[in-house]
C-alpha cells in the first residue's frame, strides 16, 4: 500500500530537487588554463580551455563545464610564415621586442611584407612608412 504524501513532505522533495544541481556544481572548481594552441603559418585562431573538477573531498560532485577561449593569433614577425599583424599588435603580444624589421600584415589575411617597427618612441609600436633624406651641402669657407 502507498501512503500519501503530506503536504510537508511534497514540498521537502521539491525542494530538494530544486536545489540539487546547484549545490553539486558549487562543490567543483576551474582548472587553470591550458596553454594556447599553436597559431597556424600566416594567422588564423588559437584555442585555450579549462575544465571544472570537483573540489577535493566533495562527496557526489559532478562537474561537466569547460570553458573555451578563441582569440585570433599572428606570429612574433621573425619570418613571412609568422608575421605580425601590425607593430602594435606585434608589441602588445611580445612586450620585449626591440626596434628591428620584422614581417607584418597590415590587416589580416593580406600578404606579409617588411617592414621597420619602431618599439621605442611614445610606447612603440609603429610602422615606418617612408624616410626622407637630405643631401646637406655645406660651402666651403675661406
Known amino acids: 500500500m502507498v501512503r500519501p504524501r503530506t ?8 525542494t530538494v530537487a530544486c536545489c540539487v544541481l546547484p549545490a553539486t556544481r558549487a562543490a567543483c572548481s576551474a582548472t587553470v588554463w591550458s596553454d594556447w594552441s599553436i597559431c597556424p603559418c600566416g594567422g588564423g585562431t588559437q584555442v585555450r580551455h579549462r575544465d571544472e573538477v570537483p573540489i577535493p ?30 607593430c602594435r599588435t606585434l608589441i602588445q603580444q611580445h612586450p620585449t621586442t626591440p626596434s628591428g624589421i620584422y614581417w607584418i600584415l597590415g590587416q589580416p589575411g593580406a600578404t606579409a611584407f617588411q ?9 612603440g609600436g609603429w610602422t615606418l612608412m617612408y624616410v626622407v633624406a637630405r643631401a646637406l651641402h655645406l660651402a666651403a669657407q675661406p
Open 7 to 14: 503536504a510537508r513532505a511534497l514540498l521537502l522533495a521539491v
Open 57 to 86: 573531498g566533495s562527496v557526489g560532485a559532478t562537474c561537466v563545464h569547460v570553458e573555451t577561449e578563441t582569440r585570433p593569433c599572428y606570429g612574433d614577425g621573425g619570418d613571412q610564415c609568422n608575421a605580425a599583424l601590425t
Open 115 to 123: 617592414a621597420y617597427c619602431d618599439m621605442d618612441t611614445d610606447g
